[in-house]
């Protein structure tokens, strides 16, 4: 089946699913403490990306650091919409309750599937995210809430990348949270407890 992944799938006890997207050169086993912290009752469901550069797993191909290939870009994000999707049936969980979660290059994509499948998470949690691309037509993610953690000085995003991405969601309709961290590109655990704050506040 094209939209199957290696992936990693960890039954919780509650109707909700964490979909776990790792950084460049991580696995589906990367994210599955933080998945864990984040909410400890969820489902996680954890793709490893496809494509691979230089031997690193992504979830995309890009042309060089921050510039991507659009058409890859859209293809793999609805590979990966699909096979959501198809999870959610295999291993029965409510798929109105489910969470994107992505770093770095896995934020990129869970932003993407955002704009681009806005049916498939009603809720997103995005470590240092980019802008993925704009899309063609204006998406409609009034349903979703989303939050966005950004480093005070990521070397690899530009603050206006991230009020950018904000922007985009919230002209769609998403409502967005948009918080500020002492830090780089790295995740830290004061992103990590305010993003579970956050989410035990949705319901
Ligand atoms: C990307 O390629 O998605 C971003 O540059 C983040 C990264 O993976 O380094």
New binding site residues.
């Given amino acids: 089946m094209k939209a199957e992944f290696v992936h990693e799938f960890v039954r919780g006890n509650s109707e909700r699913t964490l979909v776990l997207l790792h950084?460049?050169g991580g696995d589906e086993r990367d994210l599955i403490p933080i998945g864990r912290a984040l909410d400890p009752n969820a489902s996680l469901l954890s793709p490893r990306g496809k494509v691979l550069e230089n031997g690193m797993p992504?979830?995309?191909r890009?042309l060089s650091?921050?510039v991507?290939d659009i058409d890859d870009l859209k293809l793999r994000t609805t590979e990966l919409a699909d096979f959501v999707t198809a999870a959610a049936e295999r291993y029965g969980i409510d798929g109105k309750r489910i969470v994107g979660v992505g770093y770095?290059?896995g934020a990129?994509?869970a932003a993407s599937v955002l704009l681009l499948r806005p049916e498939i998470f009603s809720a997103a949690i995005l470590f240092?995210a980019?802008v993925?691309l704009i899309p063609e037509t204006q998406p409609k993610i009034s349903s979703a809430h989303v939050w966005i953690g950004a480093g005070k000085s990521d070397p690899?995003i530009p603050a206006a990348q991230t009020e950018q991405l904000a922007e985009l969601l919230r002209k769609a309709g998403a409502d967005v949270t948009l918080r500020w961290f002492s830090a780089g590109?790295e995740l830290t655990p004061q992103d990590l407890s305010t993003a579970h704050e956050w989410l035990m506040s949705l319901r």
């Fill in positions: 950084g460049t992504r979830f995309f890009r650091e921050g991507f770095s290059n990129n994509i240092r980019m993925p690899i590109h």
